[in-house]
């Protein structure tokens, strides 16, 4: 039961967090609402969690890997409107296409799963690239990019 409670608190900190960047105000009122908001949508992701089975195990280091993805998705921004702005003025279509990235598929065990998630979540947060998935047997993520970055090797 502790164990429960824990997650529920940590989920619940985590979407009152959410509430407040997306929310911009300290007003008790919002704060409250963003409160009550955060603590059913704790219960109810708790409540999935619990039933599904589904265990989530995080390390901090992982955690530290997110201070990049403001810039990243500032870099990706300005790519895309490039490659829109690009499109309109010339009509020159971007390059676009899949890519395969290093990247290590892990075991089974509820960490190595929650790492995969957070490693194609993150690599999809920003706007220009999506991921697919990572293929087990190669140890790669298969990517899209609307445009492809010159860094980057094709595959």
Excluded at 16 to 43: K, N, P, Q, R, Y
Excluded at 94 to 121: C, H, N, Q, V
């Amino acid at each position: 039961m502790a164990r429960r409670a824990g997650a529920w608190l940590t989920w619940w900190v985590l979407l009152m967090s959410f509430w407040v960047i997306l929310d911009d105000s300290i007003a008790t009122d919002e704060l409250l609402a963003g409160a009550g908001a955060a603590a059913l949508a704790a219960f109810l992701a708790e409540l999935v969690t619990y039933q599904a089975a589904a265990r989530v195990r995080m390390r901090a280091e992982w955690l530290a890997r997110v201070i990049s993805l403001p810039g990243q998705v500032a870099q990706d921004t300005v790519t895309v409107f490039g490659a829109l702005g690009r499109r309109l003025a010339r009509g020159e279509e971007p390059p676009s296409g899949f890519r395969m990235l290093p990247a290590r598929y892990g075991d089974d065990t509820a960490e190595g799963k929650t790492r995969r998630a957070l490693l194609i979540g993150s690599r999809s947060f920003a706007p220009n690239s999506i991921a697919l998935g990572i293929d087990k047997d190669r140890d790669v993520m298969v990517i899209h990019q609307l445009v492809v970055d010159e860094g980057e090797a094709a595959e």
